[in-house]
């Protein structure tokens, strides 16, 4: 089973031409599941996620941001809203969404998203989140992480398919608010990972972070995984960054995705679609 996780940098820089750029990205990869961050939907109009689903042949699912004025007028358009989304191969049976703890002067309507996936031999409780941003909020993004934890604890349950969960988490591997998943019995995908492999997804190299002044290359978005189930179903087999250069010249988004191969049971290769 192939999964992803990729944050879609809403509706900012050249975004029509962006969107090409991450469709053709996808189509490559042929994922399973999808967990996407900042998806933008047009109020009576095209919606992102199902516009990628329709043309990958994947069901989805969108949960908008309940509080989207902050990134409404950081492009001058009330129209546009943002939430979180999941694009899978399976159908949705069941979902729920949580909507993260923050103070007023922060809150910008970041959620977790949950869906459970009616996958063959074992439905799967997968997981997209988005913390906030910003150097000055890790104590606010533990806080989400631990609400986080306890809404995977919620819906994990009832299949032996272990949690998978992704996400734009905002922080390091070293950071409070990662490890504090680790602490509940989450792994973090990115340790099967080749040595040495690049591994920021946010990329100085990428023109859309360039003006990071002076700050390095970071890993902030995660494939996080339970222990792996009965035959070793769920077991990452390999990990590694997509979306990280241009296509056709242009960049699909400031953050670059993690691909994590995940083991269907009793078998050492990923799914056919991978």
């Known amino acids: 089973m192939r999964v992803v996780t990729w944050n879609l940098w809403w509706r900012f820089g050249p975004w029509a031409d962006r969107r090409g750029a991450i469709r053709a990205v996808l189509r490559e990869l042929r994922p399973d599941v999808v967990g996407l961050q900042e998806v933008w939907a047009v109020d009576g109009g ?3 996620a199902e516009w990628l689903a329709r043309d990958l ?7 908008p941001s309940p509080a989207p004025e902050r990134w409404q007028r950081r492009i001058g358009d009330d129209t546009v809203g943002v939430g979180t989304a999941v694009l899978s191969r399976w159908p ?3 979902r729920a969404v949580l909507r993260l703890p923050a103070p007023a002067e922060l809150d910008d309507g970041r959620l977790a998203a949950y869906a459970r996936l009616d996958a063959p031999g074992h439905r799967i ?4 989140v988005h913390l ?11 806080e989400q992480s631990a609400a986080l934890a306890a809404f995977v604890a919620r819906h994990r349950h009832g299949t032996a398919h272990p949690p998978v969960v992704t996400g734009d988490f905002n ?3 070293e950071s409070p608010e990662v490890r504090l998943l680790r602490a509940g019995g989450l792994h973090d995908a990115w340790e099967h990972a080749a040595p040495g492999a690049p591994s920021g997804t946010w990329d100085t190299a990428n023109p859309y972070v360039a003006h990071a002044d002076g700050e390095p290359s970071v890993r902030i978005d995660y494939v996080h995984v339970g222990p792996p189930g009965p035959g070793g179903i769920g077991r990452v087999l390999a990990v590694r960054r997509a979306g990280a250069g241009p296509v056709d010249g242009v960049w699909p988004s400031d953050h670059a995705a993690v ?10 290769t990923a799914s056919a679609t991978g």
């Open 92 to 94: 949705v049976v069941e």
């Open 171 to 173: 922080a390091r591997p």
């Open 132 to 142: 906030n941003s910003g150097g000055h909020a890790p104590a606010l993004r533990a």
């Open 125 to 128: 409780p997968f997981f997209t």
């Open 259 to 268: 691909v994590a191969d995940l083991a269907d049971g009793g078998t050492d």
């Open 57 to 63: 042949g994947l069901h989805w699912d969108w949960s």
């Open 46 to 48: 095209e919606n992102l």
